[in-house]
């Protein structure tokens, strides 16, 4: 069964500061997603990821996968105040552009 | 860009009726949509995967008798739940994607509270 598990499930992190979150899973894949959500509303989707080695970056926000190593990251640069939601990290499970399997989302509060 | 619609956003039903909602997606077709529920502060969860004209895939532990899946045309899918109890309030969402490289694009949601 895939596990996909996120790291840390809650940040709260001071405006202007960096940080990462991460984003293991279990199984081989090289499609994966990152999605926002804020509270009460559904997923807006930030980057996709299709290929070792992919790095996207929108804004303060840069995305980039590792393969070999099952691992994702979102680097948030020099955070504001609106970048506070929660991000899930999703898995292309079977690698057809189907069934996502989502991580367990981390929580980031962004402080004045 | 591509858009999903969901209809309706919200919904309070009393124990032991049907509700039905419904998943468009607006300016493009979608040969196959997904169902996905959230509990509060909680993940999403795949619950069964919508193809248009033949019957819908479930997931492990879907009961495919409570949660019918129609999807009747190239833009709409539909998701019934049956005989609703308060353990089935939660938040409900579908999605679909324009081709095989997109991301999976979903709708609004729709949050069902069961009393």
């Known amino acids: 069964e895939l596990k996909v598990e996120q790291n840390p499930l809650f940040l709260s992190m001071q405006e202007g500061k960096n940080y990462t979150i991460y984003c293991n899973y279990s199984?081989?894949?090289?499609?994966l997603y990152w999605y926002r959500q804020d509270p009460g509303k559904s997923l807006e989707s930030l980057f996709v990821?299709?290929?070792?080695?992919a790095v996207k970056q929108e804004g303060r926000l840069m995305a980039s996968l590792d393969t070999k190593a099952r691992l994702s990251t979102l680097h948030i640069t020099a955070a504001v105040h609106d970048l506070s939601a929660t991000y899930f990290c999703?898995?292309?499970?079977?690698?057809?552009?189907?069934?996502?399997?989502f991580g367990t989302g981390t929580r980031l509060q962004v402080t004045l | 860009g591509a858009v999903v619609s969901q209809h309706p956003s919200r919904v309070i039903c009393k124990s032991g009726t049907s509700v039905k909602i419904e998943c468009r997606s607006l300016?493009?077709?979608?040969?196959?949509m997904f169902w996905y529920r959230q509990f509060p502060k909680q993940s999403l969860m795949l619950m069964a995967t919508?193809?248009?004209?033949?019957?819908?895939?479930?997931e492990q532990g879907v009961e495919k008798d409570k949660f019918l899946i129609n999807h009747a045309s190239l833009t709409l899918s539909t998701l019934t739940v049956t005989s609703a109890h308060p353990e089935d309030s939660s938040f409900y969402i579908c999605s679909a994607r324009t081709d095989y490289n997109s991301p999976l694009h979903f709708g609004n949601g729709t949050r069902l509270t069961v009393t």
């Open positions: 990821l299709l290929s070792n080695g």
């Open positions: 919508s193809n248009e004209g033949s019957k819908a895939t479930y």
């Open positions: 999703a898995v292309d499970e079977t690698g057809t552009a189907s069934k996502l399997t």
């Open positions: 300016d493009f077709q979608a040969t196959t």
């Open positions: 199984t081989t894949s090289d499609r």
